[in-house]
């Protein structure tokens, strides 16, 4: 090695925009996108931002959360057009009241994404539900579609420890999302909550990511980096900036985060790198 030169290889951690959700609206921020146009738009705006992944929602003509097939081949194909293949795409099967765990499923099904966010208490509400949980990650193994489990309590991953020891789940392991807090009024998620999940005692997942709560959304998804998990930010969590004042667009909290990475002397990854962190998770 050079004089001068240094063997120092920064660690990489993916972050992902979830950019809209399925309660806010535009009477919530105006630029948070609900059509596949607005979507693509976000998506360019933060591939350049420093994502990697875009957590997808859709709406329908009114604006309010649907699992609709259609809709997301369209917003898929919109964001292909704009970033290629650049950013990976995940749908959402979240519930938002309306849905049951078959109608989440279906959709997934039908779509057959690259990937999909799967919240463990909708889908597998109870025991009886294990069954069908199992039938559909064998579809999604068969497929080649990446789950990604949500887990809102340390107790989930004990769960899902144990339905992956059962045979239940078809993978040796998978991708994690833990979710920092709750969908509440005022909610305010701080970097400590990630603790219960990073206890000596808590089940451990070869790819975690993390999504918080408001203004401290930031803080709580860069420690998670720090401790090697990787980070979702954007409009479905959190409207603001670290210091309080509203974010003018999704892309202004992907910067964000992808500044305070590289202040820790770590980079944001690019999708080929998730996709390739995630093939070793679960194949």
Not at 78 to 84: W, Y
Not at 142 to 161: D, F, G, M, S, T
Not at 208 to 219: K, L, P, S
Request: with cysteine; charged share 25%.
């Amino acid at each position: 090695m050079a004089a001068g030169e240094s063997s120092f290889e920064a660690r990489l951690a993916a972050i992902a925009v979830a950019p809209n959700g399925g309660r806010r609206t535009k009477a919530d921020h105006p630029a948070l996108p609900q059509t596949a146009d607005e979507l693509a738009e976000t998506a360019a705006a933060c591939l350049e931002a420093g994502a990697a992944m875009l957590h997808c929602h859709v709406r329908d003509r009114d604006g309010q959360h649907i699992l609709d097939a259609e809709a997301y081949r369209d917003a898929t194909a919109a964001v292909r057009r704009e970033v290629g293949e650049r950013l990976v795409v995940q749908i959402t099967t979240e519930a938002v009241g309306r849905y049951q765990p078959e109608e989440q499923m279906a959709v997934v099904r039908a779509v057959r994404p690259e990937a999909a966010s799967l919240a463990l208490k909708e889908l597998v509400p109870d025991a009886a539900h294990e069954a069908a949980f199992g039938r559909f990650l064998a579809f999604m193994k068969r497929e080649r579609i990446v789950p990604q489990i949500i887990l809102y309590h340390p107790e989930e991953a004990l769960r899902l420890k144990d339905m992956m020891a059962r045979g239940i789940v078809p993978f040796d392991d998978v991708p994690v999302l833990y979710v920092l807090g709750r969908y509440t009024a005022g909610q305010r998620s701080a970097p400590a909550d990630l603790l219960p999940f990073l206890a000596p005692e808590a089940p451990r997942f070869g790819h975690f990511m993390v999504c918080a709560f408001g203004a401290r959304e930031a803080a709580c998804v860069t420690t998670a980096a720090a401790l090697g998990g990787h980070a979702r930010v954007g409009f479905e969590n959190n409207l603001h900036l670290p210091d309080g004042t509203l974010a003018p667009d999704n892309a202004a909290l992907v910067r964000g985060v992808a500044g305070a990475l590289a202040a820790l002397g770590m980079r944001a990854a690019d999708a080929g790198r998730l996709r390739a962190d995630w093939a070793l998770v679960v194949n």
